[in-house]
């Protein structure tokens, strides 16, 4: 840590500002501030700017806690399915052979930086350019509310599959054989337990954001000293954690100091070199992947069942390059398989990729209703078991989204209702959580236009639809979806803005209820059915 606090020098933080500058800049213009961050490095290398060993220590810890984070997510069932690691493996094989090939046949017209180029070079910047972006898509799924949608869970598992495939590039890159006392790290595993016991004592403040630390840092610390790249150290001691009911919590500690740290990793990338006319022109002919790219994503997945919708958005997700592609490029670079144009060249391909990835996730629904027809005929006769027509047995009442607020719902009218009450939800743990409390639910994702298509009509009788789902865009869609679709019953929402109440009023929907303005009452009421006021004297208030 000292000699971190000692490479830190005056001209730093006017680094770190110009970042900052450009990052809103690119936030501006609906891109990922990595985006911003990159460029940022470029131009900070006109002026003649040169990495020290600040901007390399916090990039290399922003890599272990990308990487620590990636591995408390890790949700081996849903890695497990079908679609997601045959989509992710066969995907990740073709589409390396694809780069290879093109790489090759530039070579072949001697172009500058392709020529020389032998198979084995190619198929190491084929698999670089493999990867699509964790960042980017995180970031668009968390912005729209579907990251825990059926393409939002198809989208994160298959990045996953893509980094571990990554970790364990960089675990072999070394071309070192672990010691003997490697096998000492199998000890860790008995002391899962301990670890989550820690994790639980150290509260929800700095102790928690300390333990999320020493955890990432000292199983890289711990691998390397046994012979082991300290990245699959960091991964493996987040997935030691991953299922536990506090993990989510860490990873959402630990999420801003990641992504601080990165930044260093994304100028340090934007400080190895100019992109000049020749790198300029190779990104651009890279670019050319980007659509076989998305378009077997979207084939592959339907082969594997998957709805035209749910492929669709999935491949919109992963239509670009990824951060782990330069980590991968900068290891390349250091074992003197690349040369370092390389990794300007694909940090040049990256930012472009984002450019052109930004306004079609952010049109995605829209794409997929105009180009319906089209995407529906490569949908399998044969769906997946989730995916079958939508029955709402002897429903008369349907709750869609049941957390805090739909469960609190649920629970109310259940005197009333009883087993004519429904609950909806795309999130399987909680519907595995809501089926165990007693509650009836299934899992669906209303804000996906064809599940209205799914519903069996002929025996539904629903007349009330209570929408409270914790995205203000995805309830204003479903709402949309039920009166696009004539639903006769009555449509009630939830908000948290007055502004988002008069968008309900807009559409017609007047029972529109405020749950942050209604709190405080509701908790007054609450205390006043316990407590009688009546009759108190000052002296005894």
């Not at 810890?61 to 045959?86: M, S």
């Not at 190619?122 to 350019?129: C, E, T, V």
């Not at 105009?370 to 044969?382: C, Q, Y």
């Amino acid at each position: 840590m000292d000699e971190l606090v000692i490479s830190l020098n005056y001209n730093d933080p006017l680094w770190i500002t110009i970042a900052l500058l450009l990052g809103l800049v690119a936030k501006q213009l609906n891109l990922p501030p990595l985006v911003g961050f990159l460029v940022a490095g470029f131009l900070l290398n006109i002026g003649g700017a040169q990495g020290g060993a600040f901007l390399s220590e916090i990039a290399e810890l922003g890599v272990t806690l990308l990487l620590f984070t990636i591995g408390l997510k890790l949700n081996i069932r849903q890695l497990l399915r079908t679609e997601v690691w045959g989509v992710a493996s066969t995907h990740m094989l073709l589409i390396v052979l694809i780069n290879a090939l093109l790489v090759l046949g530039l070579a072949q017209l001697s172009l500058p930086l392709f020529t020389g180029i032998d198979f084995t070079t190619a198929a190491i910047i084929g698999f670089a350019l493999s990867f699509s972006s964790t960042v980017f898509a995180v970031k668009v799924l968390e912005e729209k509310g579907d990251i825990a949608s059926r393409h939002g869970r198809l989208a994160i598992g298959i990045l996953i599959m893509q980094d571990i495939a990554a970790v364990l590039f960089l675990a072999v890159s070394t071309g070192k054989l672990p010691t003997p006392w490697a096998l000492g790290l199998l000890l860790l595993i008995p002391l899962r337990p301990l670890f989550f016991d820690l994790m639980k004592r150290a509260g929800h403040d700095e102790l928690l954001i300390l333990f999320g630390f020493v955890l990432a840092l000292g199983g890289a610390a711990l691998f390397e000293a046994v012979g082991i790249k300290g990245d699959l150290g960091a991964l493996l001691l987040g997935l030691m954690l991953s299922g536990h009911p506090k993990t989510n919590e860490l990873a959402k500690t630990l999420l801003g100091f990641k992504e601080l740290f990165l930044i260093g990793f994304f100028l340090s990338i934007g400080l190895t070199g100019l992109p000049g006319p020749s790198i300029m022109l190779a990104s651009l002919l890279l670019l050319m992947v980007l659509p076989v790219k998305m378009a077997l994503y979207f084939w592959l997945a339907t082969r594997f069942r998957v709805r035209a919708r749910t492929a669709t958005l999935t491949s919109l997700h992963l239509s670009n390059y990824s951060e782990f592609g330069l980590i991968v490029g900068a290891i390349a670079v250091s074992n003197g398989w690349l040369a370092d144009d390389w990794l300007v060249l694909i940090a040049v391909a990256l930012s472009f990729s984002f450019i052109l990835a930004a306004p079609l996730n952010r049109d995605a629904d829209a794409l997929f209703a105009r180009f319906h027809g089209f995407f529906i005929r490569f949908e399998r006769d044969k769906r997946l078991a989730d995916d079958q027509p939508v029955r709402f047995p002897d429903a008369r009442v349907v709750i869609i989204g049941m957390g805090r607020v739909g469960s609190g719902t649920y629970d109310h009218l259940k005197s009333e209702c009883g087993d004519k009450l429904l609950g909806i939800d795309f999130d399987s743990d909680v519907i595995e959580k809501q089926a165990r409390s007693g509650r009836r639910v299934i899992q669906e994702d209303a804000t996906d236009p064809d599940f209205y298509n799914r519903i069996d009509r002929e025996n539904n009788d629903v007349r009330l639809v209570l929408v409270t789902l914790p995205n203000h865009a995805s309830n204003l869609a479903v709402v949309k979806q039920l009166q696009q679709h004539n639903y006769p019953g009555h449509i009630a929402a939830t908000a948290k803005y007055p502004d988002e109440v008069d968008d309900f009023n807009e559409l017609g929907i007047e029972s529109a209820y405020n749950i942050y303005a209604k709190a405080g009452s509701g908790f007054a009421g609450h205390i006043l059915n316990q407590i009688k006021c009546d009759g108190w004297t000052d002296k005894e208030r």
